[in-house]
Nanobody, 126 residues
Framework: QVQLVESGGGLVQAGGSLRLSCAASGQTFSNYAMGWFRQAPGKEREFVTG????????LYADSVKGRFTVSRDNAKNTMYLQMNTLKPEDTGVYYCTTRSTPYAGPGHFESDYKYWGQGTQVTVAS
């Protein structure tokens, strides 16, 4: 079955950086667009970014544009999220996810995606 494993979360001071990774297995990685969502305490899970299967198309939430960069290495079956200039409001559990339909582009909505990782905690201290 499809497995997604996130890593790279942690505690960082405001203004700092973190790089998250998502290792995928169980399906042909390069056939599926992927995404990152996050969930802050007491809030609903929200879209952060999405990337097409070859990496040529990326989508970002307005709140992270210019600070976060999504990328993928299809040879390593891994997606990355480089997070710079972190703010306390970026705190939350970050989840990677893969689209339910092969060859489809990235989407903004949870319903666009099918498999989810267990999440990795990111805490930004002020």
């Amino acid at each position: 079955q499809v497995q997604l494993v996130e890593s790279g979360g942690g505690l960082v001071q405001a203004g700092g950086s973190l790089r998250l990774s998502c290792a995928a297995s169980g399906q042909t990685f390069s056939n599926y667009a992927m995404g990152w969502f996050r969930q802050a305490p007491g809030k609903e899970r929200e879209f952060v970014t999405g990337i097409s299967r070859r990496g040529s198309t990326t989508l970002y939430a307005d709140s992270v544009k210019g600070r976060f960069t999504v990328s993928r290495d299809n040879a390593k079956n891994t997606m990355y999220l480089q997070m710079n200039t972190l703010k306390p409001e970026d705190t939350g559990v970050y989840y990677c996810t893969t689209r339910s339909t092969p060859y489809a582009g990235p989407g903004h909505f949870e319903s666009d995606y099918k498999y989810w990782g267990q999440g990795t905690q990111v805490t930004v201290a002020s």
